[in-house]
T-cell receptor
Framework: DTAVSQTPKYLVTQMGNDKSIKCEQN?????MYWYKQDSKKFLKIMFS???????INETVPNRFSPKSPDKAHLNLHINSLELGDSAVYFC???????????????FGPGTRLTVT | AQSVSQHNHHVILSEAASLELGCNYS??????LFWYVQYPGQHLQLLLKYFSGDPLVKGIKGFEAEFIKSKFSFNLRKPSVQWSDTAEYFCAVRGGGFKTIFGAGTRLFVKA
């Protein structure tokens, strides 16, 4: 009974390809997130959805497009992959998620993306 | 804008040594504070959190943290570390906006 799951766990692809990463949470949370963790372990927020509505959209290339078909799922599609996109991508979820909500985030296992 | 600073990027300790990891943040209003841990090859997990009340917070695995509002600090402590505490530790702050800001992380290596 995994709380936050991501697929695939590993993704190796060539530059220029398009790929998607899927995320699902079974915690009944209202908010989901995508983070990018680079090789130095720095964790940076990319997007967040609250009840399928985009509430955080950081400065990421528009090759990255999140999609939330329902509040239990948040997928990340990446077009025209570049070498610099290589990283570990974490999905997370939380209750609330609106300004000031005091809730922690639950993280998925991560997807290690390698672009060659 | 909010920011989080973790003072130590790498810490090496022997088993049974005491641990203190520094975390400072910049935000003038009410904050929610977190420490997360990432064991090698695993996802982030919550160690402990502070929302309100007693500024000394106890978490899992014998960790605790103290919120000192006047110093904008939320340092993580453990009196006696074990080899299994080897991991990356992240301090995180959530202020008045939607975002939780993570520090750059501290890599702890505990020698057996």
């Amino acid at each position: 009974d995994t709380a936050v799951s991501q697929t695939p766990k590993y993704l190796v692809t060539q530059m220029g390809n398009d790929k998607s990463i899927k995320c699902e949470q079974n915690l009944g949370h209202d908010t989901m997130y995508w983070y990018k963790q680079d090789s130095k372990k720095f964790l940076k927020i990319m997007f967040s959805y609250n009840n399928k509505e985009l509430i955080i959209n950081e400065t990421v290339p528009n090759r990255f497009s999140p999609k939330s078909p329902d509040k239990a799922h948040l997928n990340l599609h990446i077009n025209s992959l570049e070498l610099g996109d290589s990283a570990v991508y974490f999905c997370a979820s939380s209750q609330g998620g609106l300004a000031g909500d005091p809730y922690e985030q639950y993280f998925g296992p991560g997807t290690r993306l390698t672009v060659t | 804008a909010q920011s989080v600073s973790q003072h130590n990027h790498h810490v090496i300790l022997s088993e049974a040594a005491s641990l203190e990891l520094g975390c400072n943040y910049s935000y003038g209003g009410t904050v929610n504070l977190f420490w997360y841990v990432q064991y090698p090859g695993q996802h982030l997990q919550l160690l402990l959190k502070y929302f309100s009340g007693d500024p000394l917070v106890k978490g899992i695995k014998g960790f605790e943290a103290e919120f000192i509002k006047s110093k904008f600090s939320f340092n993580l402590r453990k009196p006696s570390v074990q080899w299994s505490d080897t991991a990356e530790y992240f301090c995180a702050v959530r202020g008045g906006g939607f975002k939780t800001i993570f520090g750059a992380g501290t890599r702890l290596f505990v020698k057996a």
